[in-house]
């Protein structure tokens, strides 16, 4: 079997329970794939384009305490988006979950925003749209389908070049996909 690098950049600090958590997570949702995993954090290590040499599929975390609406001017966004440019220049597969999925749509144009009406935390309820029903990841979940979920910012609307993926009656813009690249 194949062995993939799979890279995880966590935009939490190293003390912070919920970066263990969310490692193993993705651990075990691709634990029958031969995957060897790189963690990278991105508020400690300046992100870098070499971040990106020999991975075959990259994820961006959460980020817990870190927003995008409050840290968009931090110091580690720019080197953290000049990473998710080449992430999406190289057509690498991956995902962005939560602060990832914000940085993403931040990144393409769209407005980031924390009004407290779009906000989730527990169980939700989730709509696929056509698009995500044709897609080769997201085709084998049944619409709707329930889901884990936590964020109080959120991406206001849906960013040029991409394809929506799925919406709930609290935030239309809840998954989408780059348009000719991999990334979710």
Known sequence: MTQHTALLIQIRHRNDPSAAHEEECLRRRLIDLNVRWVVRNGLEDKPTRDWLDGV??????????????????????????HVLDQILHRQLPGMGLCFGHQLTGYHLGARVSDASEHA?????????????????????????????????????????????????????????????????
């Open 120 to 184: 989730e935390i527990g169980t939700a309820s989730f709509e696929l749209t056509p698009e995500a029903l044709a897609d080769p990841i997201l085709a084998s979940l049944k619409s709707p389908f329930r889901a884990q979920t936590g964020h109080s910012d959120h991406v206001v609307s849906v960013p040029d070049g991409v394809e929506l993926m799925a919406s709930n009656d609290t935030l239309v813009t809840q998954a989408f996909r780059v348009k000719g690249a991999p990334f979710y």
């Open 56 to 81: 075959d599929l990259v994820f961006i975390g959460g980020s817990g305490y870190h927003s995008m609406v409050r840290h968009r001017d931090a110091t580690w966004v720019g080197p953290l988006r």
